[in-house]
């Protein structure tokens, strides 16, 4: 049981990067079909991104309590 203690983050965090990965191939390649919108440019799309991982994570450690 200790090692499968010390395992699950490791792997949580691996699939969580994963699917971070998937989602932002999934978009780019979406962004692309139709071309950048002004406000998905640059800095902004860094804010954007950095509070959705935020809620994500927020929301993830809700449904873990």
Known sequence: ???AAKL???ALQELIE??????KQREDRER???GALPRETGACMQ???KEKQA???QLHLQTRI
């Open 55 to 57: 809620k994500q994570l």
């Open 8 to 10: 699950f983050p490791i």
């Open 32 to 34: 692309a079909e139709r």
């Open 18 to 23: 994963i699917g971070e990965k998937a989602r």
């Open 1 to 3: 049981m200790k090692d």
């Open 47 to 49: 804010v954007a991104c």
